[in-house]
C-alpha cells in the first residue's frame, strides 16, 4: 500500500513541475484534450495506463 502512495506523491511531483516549468504549454495542452472526442482521450488514458501496468511489471521482475 506504501508503495501506491509513493508512486502517486511521485506522479504529483512530475504533474507539478510541467505546470511549472512549462505553464503555457500546459494551458494548450488542456484547451486541446478539452476539443477532442471523449472516446479518443478514453483510448489514451487506457494506453497509457496499459503502458504503465508493462513497465511497472517489468520493474518489479529485475
Do not use: C, N
Amino acid at each position: 500500500m506504501q508503495d501506491l502512495f509513493v508512486a502517486l506523491a511521485l506522479a504529483m511531483v512530475l504533474e507539478g513541475l510541467l505546470y511549472a516549468a512549462f505553464p503555457v504549454f500546459m494551458k494548450k495542452t488542456i484547451a486541446t484534450i478539452l476539443q477532442s472526442p471523449d472516446a479518443q482521450i478514453r483510448v489514451i488514458g487506457l494506453t497509457t495506463a496499459i503502458i504503465g501496468l508493462i513497465v511497472l511489471f517489468w520493474l518489479r521482475q529485475g
